[in-house]
């Protein structure tokens, strides 16, 4: 089904024929808009970007790509196909049809689950707010606000949701989605990797590849969903996430080249006087991002999870393509456990343990990027390597948040981690090293000297393309 544009919103949900909806929805996006102004990317207003918008839900042939004026970029509401017969795929309601309404008894579950969804997304653009002012390249510049205006469509897409299935509290919940900001002391975002800065770019490819990645399996468990209207709107929503992950496995990828090519011309590791950022420092940036998207998948044993799952609400990733009875009722699964200042496993019911399950797939996935980053040190006869830290460091949540581990896993005591923690961490000398290589570069095909520019350009187009204009 393609997208008519003519409509105040966009959508392909029949808005036109549900007036009270489409009001309810009107209302809101003047307050949708006013929040893109003052928080959304700065300074943005009289750039034309060459944007990806989607113009119909069908696999292929969705997307469109022109320079937009960012003020008039239009945010609609679009649900991947439905799928005939679709049933209920996991828990009590297994085998059942998917619900196209809320089912009244897991309406207070549902409504969390999106609006926990819901609040990263605004969340992200206000993260993101100043990138624009400091980008590497035009290439640069065009990603993170083709990013920034997809999450805005996210939020978009789960203010539909509690607009037009939760009545009144659903309004509400939509008003306060613009009401918390990211590290607002009084009303942060709901979750704390949410309220962590993303000052540099480094600090936005570690972002867009770690903590997009947490979205895209909190995505594809609700994607699982029995409530249809959920499933439909994550699975397009998906569709959009991939991008994000590549802006940042590709963004890092370049700057490890950069680095990478100046050691090997210099014949040295003392890189930062030669102004590329130095092989511990991305180790550091990486330690600190993977860890608090760790803690974004909650604790190991969970009673909400379990019951999410039960209720048909979220399943685990890929849910219909694992072989097991999907009820979860008399399984195990390995969880991590503290014994005497040691890292054990025990066996834990599966049916409270999805949540490690879900991180578990997570970190498998996340190591595929680290991979690769690698394989550009190795084949430029760098011996450093990139690692994942150990699931037990920085954690904020779960059985690893009382004690202090080490990146490989050992658990050490306060002092320790005190006196070490900065060879780990981002240190403020660190942070302030990135920060002044951060210098805006705008010209068409030109990049900033810390990194390499990408393979290709956007949608066929070269690399020198004017992929954002200044008026
Ligand atoms: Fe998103
Ligand atoms: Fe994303």
Not at 45 to 59: F, G, K, Q
Not at 249 to 258: F, P, S
Not at 362 to 383: C, F, M, P, T
Not at 421 to 433: C, H, K, N, V, Y
Request: aromatic letters at 10%.
């Amino acid at each position: 089904m393609s997208i008519d544009y003519s409509d105040k919103i966009p959508n392909n949900v029949g808005l036109d024929d549900n007036r009270r909806l489409q009001r309810a929805l009107e209302k809101w996006q003047p307050a949708y808009l006013e929040w893109w102004d003052s928080l959304g990317p700065a300074k943005s207003t009289t750039m034309d970007v060459y944007l990806r918008t989607a113009i119909s839900v069908e696999p292929g042939g969705w997307a469109h790509f022109d320079h937009v004026r960012m003020p008039d970029y239009r945010w609609g509401i679009f649900l991947a196909p439905e799928e005939k017969d679709r049933r209920v795929n996991f828990g009590r309601h297994k085998g059942e049809a998917a619900w196209q309404d809320v089912p009244g008894e897991y309406r207070s579950e549902l409504k969390r689950l999106i609006v926990t969804q819901g609040d990263t997304e605004p969340a992200s653009v206000e993260q993101q707010r100043h990138l624009g002012l400091i980008c590497p390249s035009l290439y640069d510049l065009r990603n993170l606000f083709q990013v920034n205006v997809e999450e805005g469509r996210h939020l978009w897409a789960m203010v539909y949701l509690l607009h037009a299935h939760f009545g009144r509290d659903g309004r509400e919940e939509a008003e306060a989605m613009l009401e918390r900001h990211s590290g607002d002391p009084d009303k942060p975002r709901i979750l704390q990797a949410f309220n962590e800065k993303t000052d540099d770019w480094l600090a936005f490819f570690m972002f867009t590849y770690f903590q997009d990645r947490d979205g895209k399996y909190q995505l594809a468990s609700l994607a699982e969903s029995g409530f249809d209207p959920l499933s439909r709107t994550c699975r397009f929503m998906l569709t959009e996430e991939a991008h994000h992950m590549f802006v940042g496995e590709t963004g890092i990828g370049r700057i490890v080249q950069r680095t990478a090519e100046i050691m090997a011309e210099h014949k040295t590791d003392d890189v930062r006087p030669l102004g590329v950022i130095d092989l511990p420092t991305i180790q550091k940036y990486l330690n600190f991002h993977y860890s608090i998207c760790l803690d974004l998948f909650g604790q190991e044993l969970s009673t909400n999870s379990a019951n999410y799952f039960t209720m048909g609400l979220k399943g685990r990733y890929q849910e219909t393509r694992i072989d097991d009875d999907h009820l979860l009722a008399d399984s195990v699964y390995a969880i991590p456990e503290i014994r005497g200042g040691d890292i054990a496993s025990i066996e834990a019911p599966a049916l409270s343990s999805v949540n490690e399950r879900l991180r578990a797939d997570y970190i498998l996935d996340s190591q595929r990027g680290v991979d690769r980053w690698n394989a550009i040190l190795e084949k430029a006869g760098i011996g450093y390597r990139l690692t994942l830290p150990h699931i037990a460091f920085n954690r904020g949540i779960g059985v690893f948040a009382p004690v202090h581990a080490t990146p490989d896993g050992r658990i050490i005591d306060d002092a320790a981690w005190n006196r070490d923690r900065e060879q780990w961490l981002p240190s403020e000398g660190d942070r302030a090293f990135v920060a002044s290589l951060m210098h805006p570069v705008m010209e068409a095909g030109k990049m900033a000297h810390w990194i390499a520019p990408p393979a290709k350009g956007i949608n066929g187009q070269p690399l020198d393309m004017e992929y954002v204009r200044f008026n």
